[in-house]
């Protein structure tokens, strides 16, 4: 239980630390340009402690959801030569955007050190470089399940699935699922590997499979090293293309997410909606198949976010570049009590939106993950 709790602290802090970076990417640029910085605090308040250091306060706040800098005039009004309004809309535009930047930057590192130190990533069932080798790993055991009554635990890795003389070696998660329909009810032998050892565990199959579970109760990850050791003079520039490719599969990705929507075809198969803390179990998940995928997931997260971020709503970043584009056409700021109600709107739908993912998904997500943690 000790190291489960440990494990979601560690999750909970890169994702805070990711916040902190995008924060700090705002604060920097408007330091640059002589904006006074007010505050800049991680978690959002109400404020547990914080000092003043020259003209900032850096405090610490009770709700750690987060981080945030409060810039002189961000939202209008201030008559002041060091307030944010008061700058021209190019420096406005770069301070914005550089909380953005710095996420982007953020993968870099991180996926660099991913490249120097390696990493096992999922893979799917897609073909595999020769030089890799994949295998196919318990990642989850539904409550009440054949697996979880065998006794199959969460990380254990799937060898090969028997049933009489019948013997298939387990390569692929499509491997694992034919099999198991073509012997529905009936009971067959899962080889496992489990810290060294193997396993012949039998388990009885479902007559029907339960939606998202099958018939024996899992989930699965195929697993494959697709990202080498590279020297450390080499890691960055692997990180920096490694951050591109992903940035441009995660575009693609989402135009087609947007296209089967606006068609109605709905969500895509394997689609899954996550807030934070669901996002916190996801890093404490990846944290079992070691550090090179602990950090490959937050790099891709911090990609993910990174453009979420661009998308033009109001009380994200993107909104205010809407509202920077509506002042350099119109020649006149957007008055600032239009801009505070439509922000603080879109505000509130946003944290409504968060709390239905919370409440509807990651709390379910969460006692699950707290329960296979516990039978480990």
């Known amino acids: 239980m000790l190291s489960t709790i440990l494990t979601l602290v560690i999750a909970l802090l890169s994702l805070?630390?990711?916040?902190?970076?995008?924060?700090?990417?705002?604060?920097?640029?408007?330091?640059?340009?002589?904006?006074?910085?007010?505050?800049?605090?991680?978690g959002y308040p109400p404020r547990l402690f914080g000092r003043k250091i020259g003209e900032t306060?850096?405090?610490v706040n009770l709700i750690p959801l987060g981080a945030f800098v409060r810039i002189k005039g961000e939202e209008g009004g201030v008559d002041d030569y060091r307030s944010f309004s008061n700058l021209k809309i190019w420096k406005r535009v770069l301070i914005v955007i550089g909380g953005v930047v710095a996420f982007w930057i953020a993968s870099i590192i991180i996926f660099s050190v991913?490249?120097?130190?390696?990493?096992?990533?999922?893979?799917?069932?897609?073909?595999?470089?020769?030089?890799?080798t994949a295998k196919v790993v318990i990642a989850d055991v539904a409550q009440n399940s054949p697996a979880e009554t065998a006794g199959i635990k969460a990380g254990d890795v799937v060898l090969k699935a028997s049933f009489a003389k019948e013997v298939l070696k387990i390569n692929k998660i499509k491997d694992f699922q034919d099999f198991t329909k073509s012997h529905t009810s009936e009971?067959?032998?899962?080889?496992?590997?489990?810290?060294?050892?193997?396993f012949d565990m039998p388990v009885k199959l479902r007559d029907i499979a339960p939606a998202?579970?099958?018939?024996?109760?899992?989930?699965?990850?195929?697993?494959?090293t697709l990202i080498e050791k590279y020297p450390w003079y080499r890691a960055p520039v692997q990180g920096a293309a490694y951050t591109w490719d992903i940035t441009i599969k995660s575009l693609q990705g989402l135009y087609q997410i947007?296209?089967?929507?606006?068609?109605?075809?709905?969500?895509?198969?394997?689609?899954?909606?996550?807030?934070?803390?669901?996002?916190?179990?996801?890093?404490?998940?990846?944290?079992?198949?070691?550090?090179g995928f602990f950090l490959y997931f937050i790099g891709s997260i911090s990609v993910f976010i990174a453009i979420f971020n661009l998308f033009p709503i109001p009380a994200l970043d993107g909104g205010k570049l809407v509202f920077l584009a509506i002042e350099k056409i119109m020649k006149k700021p957007v008055p600032v009590k239009v801009e505070?109600?439509?922000?603080?709107?879109?505000?509130?739908?946003?944290?409504?939106?968060?709390?239905?993912v919370t409440v509807r998904f990651d709390i379910p997500r969460f006692s699950e993950f707290l329960k296979s943690s516990l039978q480990k």
């Open 114 to 132: 991913v490249f120097a130190i390696g990493a096992n990533i999922p893979v799917g069932d897609q073909d595999l470089p020769s030089s890799a």
């Open 258 to 291: 947007l296209a089967d929507l606006f068609s109605g075809k709905g969500v895509p198969q394997g689609a899954e909606f996550a807030g934070p803390l669901g996002i916190t179990v996801f890093l404490a998940r990846a944290a079992d198949f070691g550090a």
């Open 57 to 59: 306060i850096y405090s």
């Open 16 to 42: 805070i630390a990711l916040m902190v970076i995008h924060e700090f990417g705002h604060f920097i640029v408007a330091k640059k340009f002589g904006v006074q910085v007010e505050e800049f605090g991680i």
């Open 340 to 356: 505070q109600s439509i922000t603080v709107i879109f505000f509130f739908i946003l944290i409504s939106l968060s709390l239905f």
């Open 187 to 198: 009971q067959i032998v899962l080889t496992v590997e489990r810290g060294g050892e193997t």
């Open 212 to 224: 998202g579970q099958g018939l024996v109760g899992v989930s699965l990850e195929r697993i494959a």
